[in-house]
């Protein structure tokens, strides 16, 4: 007899432990900042984290204001994250000095922003498989439905729950997470 299928018979689990055990801490996952440099998610250990892919040319796009003042308000127990992304619509169509200075001179934004990514398909970036899978982050899966969906980690790295792109960023379904 395979000496693993043995031993793997011989555990009892429920799902909940499988599910867990499947669980990739998301300070784990790799990812550049707008400028290119890496950010280690590990730093925002004991922080909620809110992450949002955004994009500069979306009816949304004026969030960004509200995630600034989210970000002003709760600078310490909360790390705002922008992750650009194009793939709703083409609507972030520039480059990484194109969505900076864009962010900075017409929404003050001072908050992190990531490199460009695929947040959906194929080439979805590994930050949201973590984000959008269960098997992964160990508690729900979704799917990216357009630009400004946000997502929360607790400090912990654990997923809290992920609000569509209409739940503005200072919406009380966010900001009780937060107090």
């Not at 555990?11 to 432990?17: A, F, Q, R, S, V």
């Not at 590990?42 to 600034?68: D, H, M, W």
Request: with cysteine.
């Amino acid at each position: 007899m395979n000496p693993l299928k043995a031993f793997v018979g011989t555990i009892t689990t429920t799902d909940k432990d499988v599910t867990q055990d499947a669980q990739q801490p998301i300070y784990d996952i790799a990812i550049n900042s707008l400028q290119g440099k890496p950010i280690d998610l590990s730093e925002f250990k004991g922080k909620k984290i809110l992450f949002v892919n955004v994009a500069s040319k979306c009816g949304f796009t004026p969030q960004y204001r509200e995630l600034q003042q989210l970000h002003d308000t709760y600078k310490d127990t909360l790390v705002v994250i922008g992750v650009p992304c194009n793939q709703f619509g083409k609507q972030e169509p520039g480059s990484s000095e194109d969505i900076e200075e864009f962010c900075e001179v017409n929404y003050g934004v001072t908050f992190l922003i990531t490199e460009k990514v695929d947040v959906k398909g194929a080439q979805q970036h590994p930050l949201y498989k973590w984000l959008t899978t269960k098997a992964i982050n160990g508690k729900q899966n979704s799917s990216v439905k357009w630009n400004f969906q946000k997502y929360l980690v607790d400090e912990q790295g654990q997923f809290v729950d992920y609000f569509y792109s209409i739940t503005k960023p200072m919406n009380s379904r966010i900001t009780s997470h937060l107090k």
